[in-house]
């Protein structure tokens, strides 16, 4: 079911002695802006405001797709020094909106490019590659002009041609280093196994990366297939985890020569429980005396568990699910987590969020698990910004009954906000589960 979307336009006025009006749209960039069923401002400059009062102002559509539904109507309570309008768009597409001002003397307009995507993907579900968001560098990154395909309308410079995989449609190609999809979707939560229908021509590893909210690592993803542009093969990840709510996922791609038909989320189980697996072993809210029982019922326990920190709480506010997660940090020069835990392969996750310092190069760390280093010179300033969460996630193997965290200051002191470690099965004895299947190592297992 798809709901209007209400967007209010706001230009900011400004005056400056001349005697011509001129506006000029400042934001969003000339891409245009990505919108689902949100409110954004957009804004711009008028210079020689003159008399704000005798400005008469409009907005109106100036282009949209025939298919589309839009109403156009002034915005309510507008200030002297204000342009703004309610656009109400029942459609997707790209609209344009005309924005005028008038002084009784002189007229001029500027238009603001709306890209408007369909409701969301809802999840489990299969979702298209052609349908990932519109606008270049705001739903997507494709770094040439044009669609090279020339398939599939969506006025934009996606390349996307007709496919002759099994079931027909399109596919994304002409895949270029750094080049990105998104996709806005619907998601239920828990863990899923998630299927990518790719194909290649020639030879050498091809790297895709899945990010979620706050670019939270899903999943690696490397394959060899290379037996043609339209010889497509199934790359399957397992226990990817979201969150139940309405999440911006990218793929990236990290290599060349990539054709993408379709990416499908397969739902495989709750967040505590799946076949048997995933309860969560072990979550701990470090450096806080108290527990934390996060929205989708994990209990991070209070921290007993590290040596050689202190404890530290701020009340600053994270823009991330898990907000009241990274109050509380454990610091140190070297800090240190030894656990008692089965042998077995486990999802692993670490949460970070920077909230003492705001400057680059304050605070540089090292981070090893089960004695060997997984991030390297992390600076959270620098990766993510101050008071941002970040995210850390990857399947490792536990071979003595023991999970070992160990962080290392480099400039200054080591931090951390939570961990968690699930169980998710045996240790395979299947090659091919440390190759194609999993996160960031590799590590997966059998279906």
């Not at 959270?380 to 009954?401: C, F, H, P, R, W």
Request: proline share 4%; charged share 15%; with cysteine.
């Amino acid at each position: 079911m798809q709901y209007p979307r209400v967007l209010a336009l706001c230009a900011l006025l400004l005056g400056q002695v001349s005697p011509i009006i001129t506006l000029s749209l400042s934001q969003p960039s000339d891409s245009g802006l990505t919108l689902w069923y949100n409110t954004e401002l957009f804004r711009a400059e008028i210079f020689d405001l003159g008399n704000a009062e005798d400005l008469q102002r409009r907005c109106s559509l100036f282009s949209g797709p025939a298919s589309g539904s839009v109403s156009v109507s002034s915005a309510s309570q507008i200030k002297s020094n204000e342009i703004g309008c309610q656009i109400t768009v029942q459609d997707g597409g790209v609209y344009k909106i005309l924005m005028t001002v008038e002084n009784g003397e002189f007229v001029t307009s500027t238009i603001a490019t709306l890209y408007v995507n369909p409701w969301p993907h809802d999840l489990p579900g299969l979702v298209q590659a052609e349908d990932a968001n519109l606008g270049n560098s705001v739903g997507y990154v494709d770094t040439t002009p044009g669609n090279s395909g020339g398939q599939y309308t969506r006025d934009d410079d996606l390349d996307i041609e007709k496919t002759l995989d099994i079931g027909g449609g399109y596919n994304v190609g002409w895949v270029a280093k750094g080049e990105r999809l998104s996709f806005t979707t619907l998601n239920a939560m828990g863990f899923y196994t998630v299927v990518f229908r790719v194909a290649a021509e020639y030879p050498g590893p091809k790297i895709m990366k899945l990010t979620g909210y706050d670019n939270r690592l899903l999943a690696s993803v490397q394959f060899n297939y290379h037996s043609g542009w339209q010889s497509f093969h199934n790359v399957t990840i397992t226990n990817v985890k979201l969150y139940g709510y309405i999440e911006q996922i990218d793929l990236e791609f990290q290599t060349d020569g990539i054709n993408l038909n379709w990416i499908d989320f397969i739902y495989q189980g709750d967040i505590n429980s799946v076949n048997g697996f995933h309860q969560v072993d072990y979550a701990v809210n470090c450096g806080s005396t108290t527990s934390f029982t996060n929205f989708d019922g994990t209990k991070f326990q209070a921290d007993f568990y590290g040596t050689g920190g202190k404890f530290h709480y701020s009340n600053v506010v994270i823009d991330a699910p898990m907000n009241h997660l990274y109050k509380s940090e454990v610091y140190g020069n070297l800090l240190n987590y030894s656990i008692q835990v089965p042998t077995g392969r486990y999802a692993l996750t670490l949460y970070f969020a920077e909230i003492y310092h705001t400057d680059i190069g304050m605070r540089v760390f090292d981070v090893s698990v089960q004695g060997n280093k997984i991030i390297q010179n992390l600076d959270l300033v620098a990766t993510v910004g101050s008071q941002k969460a970040y995210i850390y996630t990857d399947n490792i193997d536990i071979e003595n009954d023991t999970f070992e965290l160990e962080l290392q200051g480099i400039v200054g002191n080591a931090k951390i906000s939570a961990f968690q470690v699930v169980h998710l099965c045996d240790i395979p004895s299947d090659p091919q589960y440390n190759q194609v299947h999993g996160t960031i190592s590799g590590l997966g297992c059998p279906p």
